[in-house]
């Protein structure tokens, strides 16, 4: 269905729009990033990498979403989002992303990478709801398998695998298999892909309010500094919430409703 390459701010059909509103849009191209020499990566998204303080309604993305950064130094490296349908967004809704998202770090250099992955949103600064994300998200920063930054999400579901990749200086700090890191509240959600990573958990990564969610996907405790939990990893407040997936435990301080408080 064609390709989409870029090094900032790129979208399968829109690289930026700072206040519109996107809507009923499909994107099928594989849309791609690399930098070898930058310590910033922008926006990348399957439908659009940034529409700040707009909204995304509607729309599917069914091509990957790829970034490759070659980290060749010492000092940290950042960027702002990467998703499956969108980088960074003022709210995010009824959407749907069926490509893998995925963002390699390769080289010899220990710079921290600090940024967010999600299945349907990388970043965002409003809410999102009525989403979901039924392909694999694999990244060394904070990730999730519909958002991985987000103020508060509603009624969204994940059933593809989530993958950290803990094996490097830039850890996967927080990995959830619905959200990465949420600042305000996470409700009514549901997981059922395999989750793992560092530091992570079946519906979120780390937050402050979880409530009616349910995790029935494999916490896979593989590597040897984890701490998982079946509905979080770090939360303030869990509510009637049920954690129904498996762990494969071989090193961690793996707990079936929430790590740490």
Request: charged share 15%.
């Amino acid at each position: 269905e064609g390709s989409v390459k870029g090094r900032y701010s790129v979208g399968g059909i829109v690289g930026t729009n700072l206040q519109g509103r996107i809507e009923n849009c499909v994107n099928k191209a594989t849309v791609s990033g690399s930098s070898t020499t930058d310590s910033y990566i922008g926006y990348i998204g399957g439908v659009v990498g940034n529409i700040s303080s707009g909204v995304v309604a509607d729309c599917r993305n069914e091509g990957a979403v790829t970034y490759s950064f070659e980290n060749k130094t010492a000092f940290s490296a950042s960027f702002d989002g990467i998703g499956g349908v969108a980088g960074y967004a003022g709210s995010v809704l009824r959407c749907a992303n069926r490509g893998a998202v995925t963002l390699t770090v390769t080289g010899t250099g220990k710079a921290k990478i600090t940024g967010a992955v999600g299945g349907v949103i990388g970043e965002t600064s409003g809410s999102v709801e009525d989403c979901i994300n039924t392909a694999a998200v694999t990244g060394p920063s904070a990730m999730g398998g519909v958002a991985g930054l987000a103020r508060s999400v509603r009624r969204c579901a994940n059933t593809g695998p989530v993958t950290g990749t803990p094996d490097r200086e830039a850890a996967a700090e927080v990995v959830g298999g619905v959200v990465g890191e949420s600042t305000v509240r996470v409700e009514n959600c549901y997981n059922t892909g395999a989750v793992s990573g560092a530091y992570y958990g079946g519906i979120l990564g780390k937050g402050k309010t979880v409530v009616n969610c349910y995790n029935a996907g494999m916490i896979d405790c593989t590597v040897s500094v984890v701490s998982a939990g079946g509905i979080a990893e770090q939360c303030g407040t869990v509510e009637h919430c049920v954690s129904l997936g498996n762990s494969f435990d071989r090193y961690s301080s793996f707990k079936r409703i929430a790590a740490n408080k």
